[in-house]
């Protein structure tokens, strides 16, 4: 999948143009399966398919394309963020095809996350065993016949401040998932996959010289999502997160020239524990829960 961000219409509301998230979200291989029968799947962007970089004129309430189209390896079902410049918060359009009819059966799903300002991308899927993902099994054969997916959307946003800046992503889940009347979602999961700061910290040739020249403190957290094996029900879920700091004493919540002068030692990136964890994610009550629950991270995840 192109990792690239997927900017808005119109552009958003961002101070600070690049957004550094090196993390893989998805960090099983295509076509990994559980004991359920889950499939967790690569999408592949289609050749072609990528957004004009300056919106279409005409009907501002119409939805244009604000992603690549992007599809499972079997073309079974395809899916793409579109937004209006009335409505610039991002739903997704998805394609089902149904052996036998000549084109893809084209339905628009509203994403029920929370509103956000930055850059949203598709993440990849998992598409669900035969019976799970949906309050009951539609009466219609043809909307029984179709699968229900999970299908996430990453929202990236940024700021900047003098000297520096932060960035983060946060993955939204949804179960996408079919009844007699069509398609209908559900949020499941939110929950932070990336984050980084820069905090300017020498403000006088003193502090440069306290600080042996090394005049940021850095911040990153990444984290990744992957399909455990031994899942009988709906997907359960491994996250890892890594979090670190440089220097290695630094913390955004208090002031790192307070310590005075740095010594070799502290030059270093240290790797932080609390914030490095794995957790199993566990459906439960319609939503996933961490088990035990994700600390508070957002020293590295703040903006």
């Known amino acids: ?5 997927t900017r808005l219409l119109p552009a958003p509301r961002v101070l600070c143009a690049a957004l550094l998230l090196a993390a893989p979200w998805g960090a099983m291989a295509a076509d990994a399966r559980d004991a359920a029968g889950n499939r967790w799947e690569a ?61 893809p059966r084209d339905r628009h799903v509203g994403y029920t996350g929370p509103e956000r300002d930055g850059q949203f991308q598709v993440w ?50 949804e179960t ?12 499941v999961l939110s929950l932070p996959v990336a984050g980084q700061a820069s905090i300017r910290a020498c403000f006088s040739e003193q502090d440069t010289a306290l600080r042996k020249g090394a005049c940021h403190d850095e911040y990153t957290f990444s984290a990744a999502l992957s399909l455990l094996p031994q899942g009988r029900d709906m997907p359960l879920l491994r996250y890892a997160s890594t979090a670190t700091r440089f220097p290695a004493f630094v913390s955004r919540n208090r002031d790192s020239l307070a310590k005075g002068a740095l010594t070799d030692r502290d030059l270093r990136t240290a790797r932080d524990p609390a914030c490095s964890v794995e957790r ?6 319609g939503r996933y829960v961490a088990e035990p629950a994700l600390p508070d991270c957002s020293e590295f995840t703040g903006l």
């Open 280 to 285: 199993t994610l566990r459906y439960v009550s």
């Open 43 to 103: 999408l592949i962007e289609q050749p072609g398919t990528a957004p004009p970089t300056t919106p279409e004129s005409g009907d501002p309430d119409i939805a244009q394309p604000v992603s690549p189209l992007f599809c499972t390896g079997d073309r079974a079902w395809c899916v793409r963020l579109i937004a209006s410049r009335n409505t610039p918060q991002p739903s997704l359009q998805v394609q089902e095809f149904v052996p036998g009819e000549d084109g």
């Open 176 to 187: 996408i998932y079919h009844t007699d009347e069509g398609v209908e979602s559900s949020s």
């Open 124 to 173: 990849p899927y998992i598409r669900l065993a035969p019976g799970l993902g949906a309050p009951s099994v539609p009466t219609d054969p043809v909307q029984a016949a179709f699968e229900n997916v999970v299908v996430g959307v990453v929202v990236e946003q940024s700021t900047g401040y003098a000297g520096g800046g932060a960035s983060n992503g946060t993955l939204l889940l």
């Open 1 to 5: 999948m192109n990792t690239a961000s």
